[in-house]
Nanobody
Framework: QVQLVESGGGLVQPGGSLRLSCAASGFIFSAYTMAWYRQAPGKSRELVATITSGGSTNYADSVKGRFTISRDNVKNTVFLQMNMLKPEDTAVYYC????????????WGQGTQVIVSS
């Protein structure tokens, strides 16, 4: 079955760094656009970054220049390198896999908590 398993979250001080990982299985990883979303308490889920099957990336304005999304199609893993973290980056971060052909496929991980606080 499809699985997306996030890891790497935790507590970090402002200005620090974290690297999130999402290990995928159960589908053709290389054919999917992968993304990271986040949801802060009391707020709706928002898109953080995407990377297409071809490697093109896109970022939310709030994280441009600080976060980097990447993928390893051999290890079926997508990463989110987060630098210069701010308290407003505190959220649960979710991994997403998306593909649209004749049908639409949309898979989610369970989320990993990131807390930025001194």
């Amino acid at each position: 079955q499809v699985q997306l398993v996030e890891s790497g979250g935790g507590l970090v001080q402002p200005g620090g760094s974290l690297r999130l990982s999402c290990a995928a299985s159960g589908f053709i990883f290389s054919a999917y656009t992968m993304a990271w979303y986040r949801q802060a308490p009391g707020k709706s889920r928002e898109l953080v970054a995407t990377i297409t099957s071809g490697g093109s990336t896109n970022y939310a304005d709030s994280v441009k220049g600080r976060f980097t999304i990447s993928r390893d199609n051999v290890k079926n893993t997508v990463f989110l390198q987060m630098n210069m973290l701010k308290p407003e980056d505190t959220a649960v971060y979710y991994c997403n896999a998306y593909r649209r052909t004749l049908l639409e496929y949309n898979y989610w991980g369970q989320g990993t908590q990131v807390i930025v606080s001194s």
